[in-house]
């Protein structure tokens, strides 16, 4: 069945750019919303944004200015880049697929990865 | 956009049913029926429950039901069991300037 698996740098600097790559195996990541979530520690879930296959994308926007997530049909990986980190952004950070249409995803993530633990400190 | 509201804890003996809630606004939970709701073990990535509002995704056990009315969605889980422990989130579609917006996360303890 299809998974996917978190991969990128677990501490990174203040200042400096958080970087993670989501593969999916078992299957394409065509025809699907492909979700960037996390979790600081002992707390709640943030929804960062979603790529479609095709390359369109939506932010959240009390993180657009900082996010960027990109998609590499070729080799069935799309990627998080998140700039000017803080202490803030120390988190469990999550991908997750949603099926939907050509103009909208469904609003639910019936697959995730399992997680990948990010800590921002010099 | 804030956090959709949910009860910080909810218990229950086992074989018993809980129901946890979840409140928002005309701008989310009670504009569309667009609510999920996910479990989560410690240490494990969230598992997705219910779906738009009703729907149980294939293999999630028919003990998990959800419901809306109006500005509150709600998530019954009857004949309680040890496994059923974990924190569990809500999430909504919203008409507000962030499209999804996450529940605050409730702790069911089985007695």
């Known amino acids: 069945q299809v998974q996917l698996q978190e991969s990128g740098p677990g501490l990174v600097k203040p200042s400096e750019t958080l970087s993670l790559t989501c593969t999916v195996s078992?299957?394409?990541?065509?025809?699907?919303?492909w979700s960037w979530i996390r979790q600081p520690p002992g707390k709640g879930l943030e929804w960062i944004g979603y790529?479609?296959?095709?390359?369109?994308?939506n932010y959240n926007p009390s993180l657009k200015s900082r996010v960027t997530i990109s998609v590499d049909t070729s080799k069935n990986q799309f990627s998080l880049k998140l700039s000017s980190v803080t202490a803030a952004d120390t988190a469990v950070y999550y991908c997750?697929?949603?099926?939907?249409?050509?103009?909208?995803?469904?609003?639910?993530?019936?697959?995730w990865g399992r997680g990948t633990l990010v800590t921002v400190s010099s | 956009q804030s956090a959709l509201t949910q009860p910080a804890s909810v218990s229950g003996s086992p074989g018993q049913s809980i129901t946890i809630s979840c409140t928002g606004t005309?701008?989310?939970?009670?504009?569309?029926?667009?609510v999920s709701w996910y479990q989560q073990h410690p240490g494990k990535a969230p598992k997705l429950m219910i779906y738009?509002?009703?729907n149980r995704p294939s293999g999630v056990s028919n003990r998990f039901s959800g419901s809306k009315s109006g500005n509150t969605a709600s998530l019954t889980i009857s004949g309680l069991q040890a496994e059923d422990e974990a924190d569990y989130y809500c999430?909504?579609?919203?008409?507000?300037?962030?499209?999804?917006?996450f529940g605050t996360g409730t702790k069911v303890t089985v007695l």
């Open positions: 997750a697929s949603s099926s939907g249409y050509d103009w909208a995803p469904d609003w639910y993530f019936d697959l």
């Open positions: 078992g299957g394409s990541i065509s025809s699907y919303y």
């Open positions: 790529i479609y296959y095709s390359g369109s994308t």
């Open positions: 005309s701008s989310d939970v009670g504009g569309y029926n667009y």
């Open positions: 738009d509002v009703s």
């Open positions: 999430s909504s579609y919203t008409s507000s300037s962030t499209p999804l917006v």
